[in-house]
């Protein structure tokens, strides 16, 4: 038989709001960071995506402790995927492969990679264009791990954003909580 118990958690909120004259206002609206101090988890709601993410329990580090030294990459590691292509720099080596194998890269092969990187939703599907393009232009048995390795991605503007509001805003609110209590 199921059972339900309520339980009490030492959870230390902080809620960001943007205002009306922030210079990039509307980006991300309000995110609220619940710190789960006996847990070591982050758990992140906000008007740019939810995330979570937990650490492995430290008594040598209080959690606070932690949360306000870590990085903004390091944070975007655990709470998000690099998933998105990030269309410039695969353009770039994207041709520098292609041209590596075909020798020449004419504009219309440019721009048949400019638009399988920016209409691929995802780097299965512009590792498949780019391998039919090199096949089209007479390579044959194109490198799926070649061309796989020209693919560069990044995290999504909104889990960017996250980032940026926890590292310019959240840890340094951390950083005089702990100053002010030196034993977060």
Known sequence: MSKIAKEKRNIVTLSFRQENDDPDYGTCLWADFYFDLDAYTLTIASDCGNYAYGWTITPSEPFLKLMSRINRGYLLDKISKSDTIDAKP????????????????????????EDAVYGAGSTDVLVYEIA?????EGVDDADWYGVASCIEETFSANALKIGEIFETQVQPFLRKMREAYEDL
Do not use: A, C
Not at 90 to 113: A, F, H, P
């Open 90 to 113: 695969t353009i770039n080596e994207l041709t520098k492969y292609v041209r590596g194998q075909i020798g020449r890269v004419s504009s219309l092969v440019r721009e048949k990679i």
């Open 132 to 136: 039919d393009l090199l096949e089209d």
